[in-house]
Nanobody, 122 residues
C-alpha cells in the first residue's frame, strides 16, 4: 500500500521558516519525481515546485522562487520543502505528490499525501 505522509506544517509569523517533509512508503521512491502543491481555501490546488527522480533538477512557481527549496533523500524515502521568508499569502494546505511520468515537468501524479496545514500570520 502506497502512502505519502506530509508533516511539519504549523503556525508561523510572517518572515519565518518551516520545513515540510513527505515520507513515502510502499513504492520505490527514487523512481518517482516529486512535487509540492498547495491549496488555499476557495482556491484551486496550485503547483509550488518539483524535483526530479535523482534530485538534480528542480523548478518552482514564480511566487515561491528564491524563498522555497525542494530536496529529497532517496535512501530515506523522504522529500522536503524548505520554506523561508514566509508570507501570509503562503497560507494553505500543502500536498506532496509523486509522478512516475518520464517527462519533465511531470505529466500527471500517481499518488498524493493527505496534506499539512501551513498558516502564516501577519
Amino acid at each position: 500500500q502506497v502512502q505519502l505522509v506530509e508533516s511539519g506544517g504549523g503556525l508561523v509569523q510572517a518572515g519565518g521558516s518551516l520545513r515540510l517533509e513527505c515520507a513515502a512508503s510502499g513504492l520505490t521512491f527514487s523512481t518517482y519525481a516529486m512535487s509540492w502543491f498547495r491549496q488555499a481555501p476557495g482556491k484551486d490546488r496550485d503547483f509550488v515546485g518539483g524535483i526530479s527522480r535523482s534530485g538534480d533538477i528542480t523548478h518552482y512557481a514564480d511566487s515561491v522562487k528564491d524563498r522555497f527549496t525542494i530536496s529529497r533523500h532517496n535512501a530515506n524515502n523522504t522529500g522536503y520543502l524548505q520554506m523561508n521568508s514566509l508570507k501570509p499569502e503562503d497560507t494553505a494546505v500543502y500536498y506532496c505528490g509523486v509522478s512516475y511520468s518520464r517527462t519533465w515537468p511531470p505529466q500527471g501524479y500517481n499518488y498524493w499525501g493527505q496534506g499539512t496545514q501551513v498558516t502564516v500570520s501577519s
